[in-house]
């Protein structure tokens, strides 16, 4: 069965910093891996896809993420972190014809 | 280009009362989606609709969740008798590619059952 897994529950980093949110996850196939973001009291936006072809993947607001087929990862990247930015960040997996699947997800918060 | 429309966005009930949550998807959107997310978890699929047919509805609670979308477009999920551990809040999706996993998501409603 599939399955996502993001070990870290909470993030803090001030901003400005660098930022690494982890995912990885468990699948039969080449799964297509997504990254969304959910602000307090919203509904989820994604950030980013990756389907097949380059391993990084460029989102929106500046995030990337890297897909690593060896370890199974997917892991969301961003140079310097702004305020606006602190949010709960979820990664899904899934294929074509096959329902997707989300991860606890990783609550971040930025210091000033 | 309009959301994702959710009614109501807050509701608190007590155990064994019955609920029912409105979403109207993006034009245009065959695909939809009701996900429940209980604080602290990601978002759980109850149900898939492709147009007004179940594609999925396999993690839904039959004894007290029911879920309709009569014409194709907006949809209610509807639960009865609400439970406590039913708490959380109710996401509705689309997506106009079925099966790509790019889904555009309503702000939510939060269910609190007492």
């Known amino acids: 069965a599939q399955s996502v897994t993001q070990p870290d529950i909470h993030i803090t980093v001030s901003e400005g910093a660098s930022l690494e949110l982890r995912c990885n996850y468990s699948?039969?196939?080449?799964?297509?891996l997504f990254w969304y973001v959910q602000s307090p009291g919203q509904g989820l936006q994604l950030l980013l896809k990756y389907f097949s072809g380059d391993t990084l993947v460029q989102g929106i607001k500046g995030f990337e993420a890297e897909f690593k087929r060896s370890q199974s990862s997917f892991n969301l990247r961003k140079p310097s972190v702004h305020w606006s930015d602190a949010a709960e960040y979820f990664c899904a997996v899934g294929s074509y014809g096959q329902n997707f699947v989300f991860g606890p997800g990783t609550r971040l918060s930025v210091l000033p | 280009e309009a959301g994702v429309a959710q009614s109501p966005r807050y509701k608190i009930i007590e155990k064994r009362q019955s609920v029912a949550f409105w979403c109207n998807p993006i034009?245009?959107?065959?695909?939809l989606y009701w996900y429940q997310q209980i604080l602290g978890q990601g978002p759980k699929l109850l149900i898939q609709?492709?147009?007004?047919?179940?594609?999925?509805d396999s993690q839904l609670p039959k004894d007290r969740f029911s879920a309709e979308r009569l014409k194709g477009v907006d949809s209610t999920l509807k639960i009865q008798p609400a439970k406590l551990e039913d708490s959380a809040v109710y996401l509705c999706?689309?997506?106009?590619?079925?099966?790509?996993?790019?889904?555009?998501f309503g702000e939510g409603s939060r269910l609190t059952v007492l």
């Open positions: 034009s245009g959107h065959a695909t």
């Open positions: 699948y039969g196939a080449t799964p297509y």
């Open positions: 999706a689309s997506s106009l590619v079925e099966g790509t996993g790019e889904l555009f």
């Open positions: 609709f492709q147009n007004n047919g179940v594609v999925d």
